[in-house]
């Protein structure tokens, strides 16, 4: 259930009829599952997720009439998905989910978790507002949170096979070499503990979006602030 909310940020940009009560359904599900899943993602986030997936689609699936109302109404939500994502208790969740581990996992868990809720704030910060969300300056301190927390998830650790998701978000998000070379390295760590074919994906996506940060804006693919809209309809998953 996890596969399909993470899957979401990048799949089709419309659900399909009925698909809210669903979702719903779907939450319940993975709040109950969650004690048992080695995502390290609280249902609190993915549900999160899954919200802010609905404004990848078109401004006239919105049932808005201004263009300008469109754009208030993403602005408004996206900022209300951050706050409940930034104010959700992570200790008070590691501790509650850890215990049924056959090792006290409770640190590694924090870390994975707080990488997935500065992933969540800079994916609702593009596919909400397409970067009006965050400045320069917020995207880069999220970045780096994601990478000192799941630089602390090395190789022989359980939850590496978590960390696919908020280490593609870093990597999409940064254009600092260093943190670029991180991110593969970190996916290509994690290929080493589950051979998955999305994640030499993944990590070619990732090239392909560094590559175009650095043609002139007419050539190239998609701006970094809409690599979201790029991403959509491609035949790929990230989880």
Same mark, same amino acid.
């Given at each position: 259930? @996890?596969?399909?909310? =993470?899957?979401?940020?990048?799949?089709?940009?419309?659900?399909?009829?009925?698909?809210?009560?669903?979702?719903?359904?779907?939450?319940?599900?993975?709040?109950?599952?969650? =004690?048992?899943?080695?995502?390290?993602?609280?249902?609190?986030?993915?549900?999160?997720?899954?919200?802010?997936?609905?404004?990848? $689609?078109?401004?006239?699936?919105?049932?808005?009439? %201004?263009?300008? %109302?469109?754009?208030?109404?993403?602005?408004?939500? &996206?900022?209300?998905?951050?706050?409940?994502?930034?104010?959700?208790?992570?200790?008070?969740?590691?501790?509650?989910?850890?215990?049924?581990?056959?090792?006290?996992?409770?640190?590694? $868990? *924090?870390?994975?978790?707080?990488?997935?809720?500065?992933?969540?704030? !800079?994916?609702?910060? $593009?596919?909400?507002? @397409? @970067?009006?969300? !965050?400045? #320069?300056?917020?995207?880069?301190?999220?970045?780096?949170?994601?990478?000192?927390? !799941?630089?602390?998830?090395?190789?022989?650790?359980?939850?590496?096979?978590?960390?696919?998701?908020?280490?593609?978000?870093?990597?999409?998000?940064?254009?600092?070499?260093?943190?670029?070379?991180?991110?593969?390295?970190? !996916?290509?760590? *994690?290929? &080493?503990?589950?051979?998955?074919?999305?994640?030499?994906?993944?990590?070619?996506? =990732?090239?392909?979006?560094?590559?175009?940060?650095?043609?002139?804006?007419?050539?190239?693919?998609?701006?970094?602030? #809409?690599?979201?809209?790029?991403?959509? @309809?491609?035949?790929?998953?990230?989880?």
């Amino acid at each position: 259930m @996890g596969y399909y909310v =993470l899957g979401s940020a990048f799949s089709s940009p419309k659900p399909p009829p009925g698909d809210e009560n669903q979702h719903l359904k779907l939450i319940e599900m993975l709040e109950r599952g969650e =004690l048992n899943s080695y995502l390290s993602c609280p249902a609190n986030f993915l549900q999160a997720i899954l919200l802010a997936s609905h404004f990848t $689609r078109p401004v006239d699936d919105l049932s808005l009439d %201004d263009p300008k %109302d469109a754009q208030q109404y993403r602005l408004q939500h &996206g900022l209300e998905l951050m706050e409940r994502v930034n104010s959700f208790d992570l200790n008070a969740w590691a501790a509650g989910v850890q215990g049924l581990a056959l090792q006290n996992d409770y640190r590694s $868990r *924090l870390h994975v978790a707080s990488a997935h809720r500065s992933a969540i704030c !800079l994916y609702i910060n $593009r596919v909400v507002s @397409g @970067g009006a969300l !965050l400045d #320069g300056s917020s995207v880069k301190t999220l970045v780096a949170d994601i990478i000192d927390h !799941l630089s602390l998830i090395r190789p022989g650790n359980h939850l590496l096979k978590s960390t696919s998701w908020p280490t593609f978000i870093a990597g999409i998000e940064t254009k600092d070499p260093k943190q670029q070379r991180w991110a593969v390295d970190h !996916l290509s760590a *994690l290929w &080493g503990m589950l051979p998955w074919g999305y994640l030499h994906t993944a990590m070619e996506m =990732l090239g392909m979006m560094w590559q175009s940060d650095k043609e002139p804006p007419a050539q190239s693919v998609a701006g970094r602030d #809409g690599w979201p809209r790029h991403l959509l @309809g491609k035949d790929w998953i990230v989880v």
